[in-house]
Nanobody, 118 residues
């Protein structure tokens, strides 16, 4: 099993940047597809970005060109670089892991709050 802990959330003004980190323990992330999800108040959880074991990544249309997912297998950490943030990016952001990107993710972190003010 893998345990995930997110960090790096906070409050930022519109147009600003944040970098989220997801530190894994218990297993190496090189064995997993890693993803970032978010959930805003009153809305369903949505996928933001994912990166598979080969390093290929995919982003939601709403964040393309602004967010970048990356992984450092040596540090057992996944990152989400978020630039040009908008108020609609405000949400709790969750890191997740599973063997395949197309499966329901089975391992989740506790989440980190991101708040973007206009």
């Amino acid at each position: 099993q893998v345990q995930l802990v997110e960090s790096g959330g906070g409050s930022v003004q519109s147009g600003g940047s944040l970098r989220l980190s997801c530190a894994a323990s218990g297993s190496t992330i090189s064995s997993y597809c890693m993803g970032w999800f978010r959930q805003a108040p009153g809305k369903e959880r949505e996928g933001v970005a994912a990166i598979d074991r080969d390093g290929d990544n995919r982003n939601a249309e709403s964040v393309k060109g602004r967010f970048t997912i990356s992984r450092d297998n040596a540090q057992n950490t996944v990152y989400l670089q978020m630039d040009s943030l908008k108020p609609e990016d405000t949400a709790i952001y969750y890191c997740a892991a599973d063997v395949y990107c197309d499966h329901d993710f089975g391992y989740w972190g506790q989440g980190t709050q991101v708040t973007v003010s206009s």
